[in-house]
């Protein structure tokens, strides 16, 4: 597609229930990046993959997330056990050259999660 | 990345020059600025990118400062939907962008 396509746009579901969140990156970049953003702050890292590399997952804020991205293309984030804290915005990016960053990374929309 | 420090917000007349002041005075020299803007409710978007050179693209010019410890962006003509948080990024070396809270900038008719 011509950007990067996030699914569902928008998620309300039980605190303790498992979401699972998908990002649709731009056909052949490499790199793909979480991020989520809490109501009226910045951007928060969370997990990075770069090819066929070991991801980067320094960002992940504890075990109940998790991240995959399978054939070097679509990547899911799942939350178990969801909490009130998860509420945010999980943002999606990817870039066609990822040490560097030189070309710039494309986000999606997001996907606003909402936890009750 | 290193540290950058931005006005909390801004207010710029609908076709005037907005200038958007960032400090990054403990960057590396491998280091590049970014910048990216937010646009209520949407994904960032990324804006221009430079190391020590002033750099110009269609949406906006960068203006590093010789010793790279600020820089600035400019809009040469704001309209209202520049309208955005802008944030100001110094670092990508190791290909994570770390962003602050940026600047509110308003663009006013």
């Known amino acids: 597609g011509a950007g990067v396509s996030q699914s569902p746009s928008n998620k309300v579901t039980e605190k303790g229930k498992d979401v699972e969140l998908r990002c649709d990156p731009i056909?052949?970049?490499?790199?793909l990046y979480w991020y989520r953003q809490s109501l009226g702050q910045g951007l928060e890292f969370l997990i990075y993959?770069?090819?066929?590399?070991?991801?980067?997952k320094s960002g992940l804020p504890s075990d109940r997330f998790s991240a995959e991205r399978t054939g070097g293309s679509v990547s899911t984030l799942t939350i178990q056990r969801t909490q009130q804290e998860d509420s945010a915005v999980y943002l999606c990016?990817?870039?066609?050259?990822?040490?560097?960053?030189?070309?710039?990374?494309?986000f999606g929309s997001g996907t606003r999660l909402t936890v009750v | 990345d290193a540290k950058t420090t931005q006005p909390t917000s801004m207010d710029c007349a609908e076709g005037r020059a907005a200038n958007l002041p960032c400090n990054h005075s403990?960057?590396?020299?491998?280091?590049?600025v970014y910048w990216y803007r937010q646009i209520h409710s949407q994904g960032p978007q990324y804006i221009i990118h430079?190391?020590?050179n002033n750099e110009t693209n269609e949406m906006a010019s960068l203006i590093i400062t010789e010793d790279r410890k600020s820089s600035t962006l400019i809009l040469p003509h704001a309209t209202l939907r520049d309208t955005a948080v802008y944030y100001c990024?110094?670092?990508?070396?190791?290909?994570?962008?770390?962003f602050g809270k940026g600047t509110l900038l308003t663009v006013n008719p």
């Open positions: 990016a990817s870039s066609a050259q990822g040490p560097q960053v030189d070309y710039g990374y494309t």
């Open positions: 430079g190391l020590k």
């Open positions: 993959f770069q090819g066929n590399s070991a991801p980067d």
């Open positions: 990024i110094a670092g990508g070396s190791n290909y994570k962008l770390t």
């Open positions: 056909s052949g970049h490499t790199a």
């Open positions: 403990t960057i590396s020299g491998n280091e590049y």
